[in-house]
């Protein structure tokens, strides 16, 4: 975590209303390095035989966002409709286990997720409380597979944005110091990690260290990402960007009933909640899929070098503000 001394130095965003010309010179570059971004990803895994799938918005069942430590919710959105509670979809990671082991073996979907992060966070430049995911889900895929695949995906993008969007990049600021990553990517555990940055600093200290996206593996986390009981090490993988930190958050999945039951009464999560899943791991119709989210704000923020991450959003995001728009 920055200091507070840090984080008061971070401008937050304006509206589009309040910039400056050259303010609205910039934020339109930024939006075309989005376009070029998502144009590119979505190509990519359109390409490799995904099917694209439409987003939820309010669902009974979603994310429970615990016990990962990185979780900072000030508030759950519910509202009833026709009877029955709903949530605002903090993440759609359920209904890509159910769609990818049923109709959809290969899927991605480009999800909102609404997270109330805590007002303190405004100021760490990379936090918002409404932002986008690409999500994708692939069954029985190895977490090789989607590393490999997220790879060849960003280095294609870097390296094709790179030829494509050179006035872009000049206008940030971003044409010479923007490097093309090489694959593969450096891995590193989290537990040498904590070792070298302490429990509560490695993320901090490995996004301020690497000059490169580099994975962090074996991160203790929700009960759908796969846990190896015997040896308690998480076959999870996240991806993290200079400056940025975590920019994707992935893993090879939980599918069978005992070991699912097990983790949400070990995390003391409503069971009721996720019904649907144990009831369809009991009856052996969850499959084994791995996949991940890649958080779009934050990898346009990191290409056009952002300081805040609500600079990519047309309508700014900020964690303790609210814009009329």
Same mark, same amino acid.
């Given at each position: 975590?920055?200091?507070?001394?840090?984080?008061?130095?971070? +401008?937050?965003?304006?509206? =589009?209303?309040?910039?400056?010309?050259? +303010?609205?010179?910039?934020?339109?570059?930024?939006?075309?390095?989005?376009?070029?971004?998502?144009?590119? =990803?979505?190509?990519?895994?359109?390409?490799?035989?995904?099917?694209?799938?439409?987003?939820?918005?309010? %669902?009974?069942?979603?994310?429970?966002?615990?016990?990962?430590?990185?979780?900072?919710?000030?508030?759950?959105?519910?509202?009833?409709?026709?009877?029955?509670?709903?949530?605002?979809?903090?993440?759609?990671?359920?209904?890509?286990?159910?769609?990818? %082991?049923?109709?959809?073996?290969?899927?991605?979907?480009?999800?909102?997720?609404?997270?109330?992060?805590?007002?303190?966070?405004?100021?760490?430049?990379?936090?918002?409380?409404?932002?986008?995911?690409?999500?994708?889900?692939?069954?029985?895929?190895?977490?090789?597979?989607?590393?490999?695949?997220?790879?060849?995906?960003?280095?294609?993008?870097?390296?094709?944005?790179?030829?494509?969007?050179?006035? +872009?990049?000049?206008?940030?600021?971003?044409?010479?110091?923007?490097?093309?990553?090489?694959?593969?990517?450096?891995?590193?555990?989290?537990?040498?990690?904590?070792?070298?940055?302490?429990?509560?600093?490695?993320?901090?200290?490995?996004?301020?260290?690497?000059?490169?996206?580099?994975? /962090?593996?074996?991160?203790?986390?929700?009960? &759908?990402?796969?846990?190896?009981?015997?040896?308690?090490?998480?076959?999870?993988?996240?991806?993290?960007?200079?400056?940025?930190?975590?920019?994707?958050?992935?893993?090879?999945?939980?599918?069978? &009933?005992?070991?699912?039951?097990?983790?949400?009464?070990?995390?003391?999560?409503?069971?009721?909640?996720?019904?649907? /899943?144990?009831?369809?791991?009991?009856?052996?119709?969850?499959?084994?899929?791995?996949?991940?989210?890649?958080?779009?704000?934050?990898?346009?923020?990191?290409?056009?070098?952002?300081?805040?991450?609500?600079?990519?959003?047309?309508?700014?995001?900020?964690?303790?503000?609210?814009?009329?728009?």
């Amino acid at each position: 975590m920055k200091s507070k001394q840090e984080t008061i130095q971070i +401008e937050i965003p304006k509206p =589009l209303d309040q910039l400056s010309p050259s +303010e609205i010179e910039r934020k339109a570059c930024i939006g075309k390095i989005m376009t070029y971004t998502l144009k590119s =990803l979505t190509s990519t895994f359109v390409d490799q035989g995904f099917q694209w799938l439409l987003p939820v918005a309010l %669902s009974q069942c979603t994310d429970p966002l615990w016990p990962d430590p990185g979780a900072s919710i000030d508030k759950r959105i519910e509202v009833d409709i026709y009877g029955k509670p709903v949530r605002t979809t903090a993440s759609m990671i359920i209904h890509k286990l159910v769609a990818a %082991s049923t109709a959809y073996p290969k899927l991605f979907i480009l999800s909102p997720n609404i997270r109330i992060e805590k007002a303190e966070r405004a100021g760490t430049g990379k936090h918002i409380y409404e932002f986008t995911q690409l999500d994708f889900e692939a069954r029985d895929a190895t977490s090789k597979d989607i590393i490999t695949l997220v790879e060849d995906a960003i280095c294609t993008l870097i390296k094709d944005l790179k030829l494509d969007m050179k006035g +872009e990049l000049t206008t940030l600021c971003r044409c010479d110091t923007l490097k093309a990553p090489k694959a593969p990517f450096k891995i590193y555990d989290r537990v040498e990690l904590e070792a070298k940055y302490g429990a509560d600093g490695w993320e901090a200290g490995i996004a301020k260290e690497t000059t490169q996206p580099v994975w /962090v593996t074996n991160i203790p986390r929700e009960f &759908y990402d796969y846990e190896d009981f015997k040896t308690g090490k998480w076959d999870n993988y996240d991806l993290f960007l200079p400056q940025y930190g975590e920019v994707l958050s992935g893993a090879k999945r939980e599918w069978e &009933y005992a070991k699912i039951s097990k983790k949400i009464e070990r995390d003391q999560i409503k069971k009721e909640n996720y019904a649907l /899943v144990l009831k369809m791991a009991k009856e052996g119709r969850l499959k084994p899929t791995a996949g991940g989210g890649i958080g779009m704000e934050r990898l346009v923020g990191w290409i056009a070098g952002v300081k805040h991450v609500a600079e990519t959003q047309p309508f700014p995001r900020v964690p303790g503000t609210v814009n009329e728009l």
